[in-house]
């Protein structure tokens, strides 16, 4: 579909009303951050302050306005409010323009500003709690698919191909990077962020988006423990629910490696161990418990660079194909 809407004499009203839209939309994902980690609601109840309770009427419950207004206190507690709530906000504004910048008025901009509003959440919530919570991507990956349909079946094709490329892809590399390492390597949550991207941005920009994570991840995670001792933010893993307390000796049923095993019953566990082996998230300790896993110094949230190398290759893709060669900025998929 490639029909262009020029809102022409309306237009600056039609922009400040996507920005407007956009700091509404993140002081919504600022609820979506602060409780999907926590399992809660983000309907009900409403707003209210975290240290004291109080609850906020709809003056201080404006973006960024109502922070400024109150200088950044609760109104019932005089506790500061984190600059966090103001920084959602406007970052979600601004990429919306961006999009707009990227896009003009056409049907591209719409699945755009769904994974602006998918990305900015998933990456707060990875550097505070170091988890990709799958409320949010997988409805995501099903999003990137259907919103490809008003583009085409050729469209949906390449989204669900990205999805499925990404994901497997990544299994891979976590599932090898564990058997090598004998620790998990990849958060097991990356692969259905990658996934969600493939799903958006089609699988030509799987391996772009690999390599600017990795780029970017690496040169600040470098940078940042040279400065401060500490790659990544320090986080704060919840206490293990019991129920997924697994018994170790159930991955290891399925081990394809084990001596001893027919031909035929490696033959498919192999395939089935590559996809489905349950990964434990921390080595085994002694006594066979898994230790309650605590970001070291030098482990880093690999989500938000994934985020941050999608969305560079989505709103960037050209400026970033006309400063590459063309051979390698198609391989990075920033040729469009
Ligand atoms: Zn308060």
């Keep these: 579909m490639t029909f262009t809407y020029a809102p022409g004499w309306a237009e600056p009203l039609f922009v400040l009303f996507l920005f407007v839209l956009g700091l509404c939309f993140g002081s919504f994902l600022n609820v979506v951050i602060a409780r999907v980690p926590e399992g809660l609601s983000i309907v009900r109840p409403g707003s209210r302050c975290p240290k004291c309770g109080h609850v906020l009427s709809w003056y201080e419950n404006i973006p ?16 500061p409010i984190s600059p966090r709530y103001v920084l959602v906000e406007l970052l979600t504004g601004l990429l919306f323009l961006a999009c707009l910048k990227r896009f003009d008025w056409t049907y591209a901009l719409v699945p755009a500003l769904v994974l602006v509003f998918l990305l900015v959440p998933l990456t707060f919530i990875d550097l505070e709690h170091w988890i990709l919570p799958f409320s949010l991507t997988l409805p995501g990956i099903a999003a990137g698919v259907l919103l490809a349909i008003p583009q085409g079946a050729d469209a949906v094709g390449q989204a669900a191909l990205g999805a499925a490329v990404g994901f497997l892809s990544f299994r ?46 690496s040169i600040v995670g470098v940078t940042l423990l040279a400065l401060t001792g500490r790659a990544g933010p320090r986080g704060a893993p919840e206490a293990e629910a019991p129920d997924e307390a697994e018994e170790p000796e159930s991955t290891m049923t399925w081990d394809f490696t084990k001596p001893g095993l027919p ?64 051979e390698v900025a198609m391989m990075l998929g920033a040729s469009r």
Excluded at 183 to 191: P, S, T, V, Y
């Design 64 to 79: 960024v306005l109502s922070w400024l207004g109150l200088r950044g206190k609760c109104r019932g507690c005089g506790m």
């Design 172 to 217: 891979l590399m976590e599932y090898v990077g564990w058997r090598a390492f004998k620790r998990e390597a990849l958060g097991g949550g990356d692969k259905f962020l990658v996934a969600l991207l493939g799903a958006f941005l089609g699988w030509q920009s799987l391996l772009g988006i690999l390599f600017f994570a990795s780029l970017q991840g």
């Design 263 to 326: 031909l035929w019953k490696r033959a498919v566990l192999v395939p089935w161990c590559l996809l489905f082996q349950p990964i434990p998230d921390s080595p085994l300790d002694e006594t066979g418990e898994e230790e309650e896993w605590v970001p070291g110094p030098t482990n880093i949230p690999f989500g938000p660079w994934l985020a941050l190398a999608g969305l560079e290759l989505m709103l960037l893709g050209p400026v970033i194909a006309h400063v590459l060669p063309p």
